[in-house]
């Protein structure tokens, strides 16, 4: 691609990160819409674009952009891309897969800990001054040290928090595609879902959201998990049934999301908005608005991956 002719469109995009690759690259053409991308503001000068996670680029959109030769998704999953008609247009797509690893898998740890010890909840009550010394067991929660945990999936952002909950002192069991060998030298063990849900405290879901994933945690999940397990999602919303994990609320300890089911994918229909209100509403539901990769350090580790990306796009 050459250098002096490539037009670039930034859909949602962070301000600073903008700025970065305008310094970056002074000679591009950008073009930047606040909005994220829709049939109307697809701008069809585009050679490139460079997209956040909840823009979803699906079939009528690229029908929009026929210059379209590449797209950078600015996050780790692509899900909100669809890819087999960007296979088929010969439309590169290039994702961050490693920039907010860390701070994921941190998010990941503070889940868990705000689940065990009941923050929320302790939060509440310390809002309204209200220290509550006749209910203290409201606020009796557990420690992770000890605690048995099983990581579904084992990529960049599995493997870290597997190290992370090993260096506070947990039992650390897997399910992945494939084994690290890293991570079985350290003491992990893994297996099917079958063998290692009955023996897990914590489930901590870090797997890519696709067909094969989706409700991938469901009603047989929760039929074989451990009475009082805690739930940790800082994958994606529908690799878990919504429906499932409220009906097996009872039965849980906590679930501490990062991701709802109700936020943008293209291949399937969504959830029924009910479901995600009585699960945002229940006390034993931590929910968060998808910040896990909101870091300082994070967004300048995407930055560089992003230039990393546009500069290969313009060497070919």
């Known amino acids: 691609m050459e250098l002096y002719n490539a037009y670039i469109s930034l859909y ?3 301000k600073n990160i903008e700025k970065g690759l305008k310094s970056k690259f002074s000679k591009l053409k950008f073009k930047s819409y606040q909005e994220t991308i829709n049939e ?5 000068k585009s050679d490139a674009i460079i997209v956040w996670p909840n823009s979803v680029v699906n079939k009528k959109v690229l029908d929009k952009m026929p210059k379209l030769k590449a797209i950078f998704a600015a996050s780790t999953g692509t899900n909100n891309i669809d890819l087999d008609e960007c296979t088929k247009r010969a439309i590169i797509v290039k994702n961050c897969p490693t920039y907010s690893s860390n701070a994921v898998a941190e998010m990941a740890i503070t889940l868990a800990f705000s689940g065990l010890r009941k923050i929320e909840i302790a939060n509440r009550y310390a809002r309204e001054l209200n220290y509550a010394q006749n209910k203290r067991e409201i606020f009796a929660g557990g420690e992770l040290s000890g605690k048995t945990c099983a990581i579904l999936g084992t990529g960049n952002i599995g493997a870290l928090i597997a190290k992370k909950l090993i260096c506070l002192g947990c039992n650390v069991l897997a399910y992945s595609r494939s084994e690290n060998e890293e991570l079985v030298k350290s003491g992990v063990k893994y297996g099917t879902l079958a063998q290692i ?7 901590f879901i870090a797997l890519p959201a696709n067909r094969e994933t989706f409700h991938l945690v469901n009603d047989k999940v929760f039929a074989i998990v451990k009475k009082n397990v805690g739930v940790v999602n800082i994958a994606r919303g529908e690799i878990i049934d919504s429906r499932a994990l409220y009906e097996a609320l009872p039965n849980i300890s906590f679930a501490a999301l990062d991701v709802i089911e109700d936020e943008p994918i293209i291949w399937i229909h969504k959830r029924p908005r009910k479901v995600i209100e009585k699960l945002a509403k229940h006390d034993k539901v931590l929910l968060l608005p ?9 967004q300048e580790n995407l930055k560089k991956e992003l230039i990393k990306n546009i500069e290969e796009f313009l060497s070919m």
């Open 12 to 14: 949602a995009i962070d």
């Open 40 to 44: 109307k503001n697809a701008d069809l």
């Open 197 to 203: 849900l009955p023996k897990t405290d914590i489930v």
């Open 290 to 298: 998808h910040i896990g990769a909101s870091t300082i350090e994070a």
